[in-house]
């Protein structure tokens, strides 16, 4: 289903089972753990212009009901801040199962094949990483603001790298 | 031997309007060198300073990251698909 609330940047698309408290983070039927998120989770990068990203979501939408992709986000407008003039459509899969879900983005015309793992994205989210440095930045934050934005990722990224055996919490967004 | 290259819409631009061009290579490097040759406003948004490649883009060799294959000495092969993304889109 697409879940398209106005004061979210992202739209995303999930299977229902996630409001009854399942998880998308899933391989095999198993919940993957902290250590297995950073492994193998990842996702293709679609980039585009709305009108169209909105079309092939609709077009994917049947593939996340039937769980053969675990899960979409695309942005509501481009992350101009960041540098980024498109929008940004993510679909999260198991790294082993990628392939599987490429295909199906192949039947949707998307063409420009782009694989980031979580773990490659956590890095750049982290103290000093490049994507928060760069964020940080543009919101023109000032010296205090910016630590705590810091250790607000340096918290909730380093639990998953500190933590591997315990199971991944998907994060709100 | 030649290698296609693939931009999103938002990078045509640095192609003359094209997203897909044709470039010569034995590596990723190699490839993105000759990128430069074909277009030369490019090196600075392909290529830092020592001529490696610039960090404000990601660089994929068949869809993976070359950050975690060989980066720009990443050998080619015929058929192999380099796609450019801006670094940015990756988080």
Redesign the interface.
Known sequence: MIVDHPQSHFIFLYHPKVFSGEKYTVYEGKELTNGEMLEYWGK??V???REWLDHVARELNPSVEEEKIPCIKYDRAP?VN?????C?MMVYCDKRERDDV?RILRQHEV???????ER??ME??MPGG??LE?WIRSRNLDRAQADIAREDARSRLCYIFDHPDEVFVPWEQ | MDVMVRVPSSLKKWFEGRDEVLCQGETVGECIGSLVGSFPGLKHRLQDGEGGINSDVLVFLNGENIQGLKEGMTPVRPGDVIGIIPFAAGG
């Open positions: 293709w990068i980039l585009g212009k992350s960041l540098g980024v003039e498109e940004v490429w063409m420009l094949k782009a694989w980031v793992s490659e994205t750049m989210w490049r994507l760069r």
